[in-house]
């Protein structure tokens, strides 16, 4: 339920880091796990599943996936992009037509900016960071994936 997707992503901030800044540790490898992924390999989207699969009782409206690219195409398919976030949708960072390079959640949205709650990133921004962070980023840098209610 959408409604449930950013107080479940909160739980996460400020405490799930990986060990050695390499995607590992205990909880990062646990996340890594829910789409497949093993320690070392990138968890962003890992994240975003992670935190869907809790907020929607396992009934998950995105694809079981590690991949931005995957996320991105099945929002295209489903005509869930959406240039207007609103809080609980998933955001990309796209870099091309059909690379999606990082994602996480929209806390909410303030005039020009969003506030974001993502995961392998840091407090810098990074699409290789270290832990689950809260930041803020511009509205119109990102792509939204409109999720169901």
């Known amino acids: 339920m959408k409604s449930l997707v950013v107080p479940t992503a909160e739980l996460f901030v400020g ?13 990062v490898e646990a996340i890594q796990r829910t789409t ?3 320690r070392g390999d990138p968890w962003c989207a890992s994240f975003v599943n992670f935190v ?3 907020a929607y009782r396992g009934r998950n409206p995105l694809p079981r996936t590690a991949s931005c690219d995957v996320l991105l195409k099945f929002g295209r398919t489903k005509g869930w992009i959406t240039a207007a976030p609103s809080t609980g ?5 796209v870099k ?14 303030h005039g ?12 810098g921004g990074s699409r290789e960071g270290w832990g689950v962070f ?6 119109a840098a990102l792509t939204y994936i409109r999720l169901p209610e």
Do not use: C, K, Y
């Open 89 to 93: 949708d998933v955001f990309l960072v």
């Open 52 to 54: 869907l699969q809790m």
């Open 36 to 38: 497949g992924n093993r």
């Open 96 to 109: 091309g037509p059909s690379d999606a390079v990082h994602t996480g959640f929209v806390s909410h949205v």
């Open 134 to 139: 809260a930041r803020e980023r511009p509205l």
């Open 112 to 123: 020009e900016t969003v506030g974001t709650i993502e995961g392998n990133t840091n407090s």
């Open 15 to 27: 405490w799930v880091r990986e060990l050695t800044g390499a995607n590992d540790g205990d909880w």
